[in-house]
């Protein structure tokens, strides 16, 4: 199966928080309400050569939220 680079999340428990999950490496996940960032994969001694593609990522993960939600709307 090929997963999409970004999925949303939802959890009942969690009603005001916006989850958009990452499943390419660096795997992680983003609550766009608060830019909290949970990693799944060790980042130890990479976070330099990472910095700027992790950069790139979160606000790639902000634009795959806000082109779904104008897809809902329509």
Do not use: S
Not at 19 to 43: G, K, M
Not at 45 to 61: F, P, R, S
Request: aromatic share 12%; net charge negative.
């Amino acid at each position: 199966m090929t997963l999409p680079k970004f999925l949303l999340g939802d959890n009942t428990d969690c009603p005001d928080d916006i989850f958009v999950i990452h499943t390419d490496y660096p795997r992680f996940i983003i609550n766009l309400v608060n830019d909290e960032v949970e990693w799944f994969d060790d980042l130890e001694g990479e976070e330099t050569e990472l910095a700027n593609e992790v950069a790139d990522l979160i606000e790639q993960a902000g634009g795959f939220y806000d082109r779904e939600m104008e897809r809902y709307v329509e």
